[in-house]
């Protein structure tokens, strides 16, 4: 089970995040409301801030990167993740 907040759906589980891009530290900083604070080093731009995410999750969750998708927010600051293909 995974130490997050989560919503779980008929196929995996909805993270909702709010991430905080340019950060000096990678690193997920906590819990509020049911949103999962993110803070990341790369910079809202092309993408790579989205990419860090996933890695990020994808290392602390112990998943395949490819298991976790950005299903709303790709532009945004808070964004949901859907993940699939593990037991929780």
Known sequence: MIDLPYSRIK???LIEVRVAPRSSKREIAGAVNNIVKVK???P???GAANEQLIELL???LKIKK???TIIKGEASRRKTVKITGADF
């Open 66 to 68: 490819s298991s976790i």
């Open 44 to 46: 809202p731009v092309d």
């Open 11 to 13: 196929d995996g589980i």
């Open 58 to 60: 994808s290392e602390r």
């Open 40 to 42: 990341l080093t790369a």
